[in-house]
T-cell receptor
Framework: KNEVEQSPQNLTAQEGEFITINCSYS?????LHWLQQHPGGGIVSLFM???GKKKHGRLIATINIQEKHSSLHITASHPRDSAVYIC???????????FGTGTRLQVTL | SAVISQKPSRDICQRGTSLTIQCQVD?????MFWYRQQPGQSLTLIAT?????????ESGFVIDKFPISRPNLTFSTLTVSNMSPEDSSIYLC?????????FGSGTQLSVL
């Protein structure tokens, strides 16, 4: 079992839909990151969370430390949101990152 | 925010040869990590590059196969030695200042 599990693996949505991507982890963490990778592009960091909730534009990320679970929400989705979304957790004294396998999102018109 | 320039972006190499991948950061980062992403799998940590000392390798990765250098806080290299087709992968460097992460653009390696 991977230390970081994401669901769903693939997601197709219509423009305007509300989207939720989930991340569960099995280890104690110091922080959780949500990342975005566009096709053919590099990876950018969307959020870093250690508790609670953060919002940036149409993106919202939440984390529940007790349940070892985080969600990334996209409101009013748009085709330009199509990308792979990756959850990564930081743990240990070396603060190394453990990555989920990613959620491939496609938003259609 | 820091920008990481990773080179080469892609390469096709012959079995038995070695390839060195470079990451240059435009500002200092505390930690530098080297990851590998094999087809269909998540990013897997190879090692943590420590300034001025040997890298710390994860289980399953050894220095002879993946020698790493980090002479200062803005530069690091990873060498993939004596390559075989199983080494075909994307290699990625990630810099960290603690809270923030900065990503290289990745190196897509194909070994024939």
């Amino acid at each position: 079992k991977n230390e970081v599990e994401q669901s769903p693996q693939n997601l197709t949505a219509q423009e305007g839909e509300f989207i939720t991507i989930n991340c569960s982890y099995s280890v104690g963490i110091s922080a959780l990151h949500w990342l975005q990778q566009h096709p053919g592009g590099g990876i950018v960091s969307l959020f870093m969370l250690s508790s609670g909730k953060k919002k940036h534009g149409r993106l919202i990320a939440t984390i529940n430390i007790q349940e070892k679970h985080s969600s990334l929400h996209i409101t009013a989705s748009h085709p330009r949101d199509s990308a792979v979304y990756i959850c990564a957790v930081r743990s240990g004294t070396a603060s190394k990152l453990t990555f989920g396998t990613g959620t491939r999102l496609q938003v259609t018109l | 925010s820091a920008v990481i320039s990773q080179k080469p972006s892609r390469d096709i190499c012959q079995r038995g040869t070695s390839l060195t991948i470079q990451c240059q950061v435009d500002s200092q980062v505390t930690m530098m990590f080297w990851y590998r992403q094999q087809p269909g799998q998540s990013l897997t940590l190879i090692a943590t590059a420590n300034q001025g000392s040997e890298a710390t390798y994860e289980s399953g990765f050894v220095i002879d196969k993946f020698p790493i250098s980090r002479p200062n806080l803005t530069f690091s290299t990873l060498t993939v030695s004596n390559m075989s087709p199983e080494d075909s992968s994307i290699y990625l460097c990630i810099g960290s200042t603690g809270e923030k992460l900065f990503f290289g653009s990745g190196t897509q390696l194909s070994v024939l």
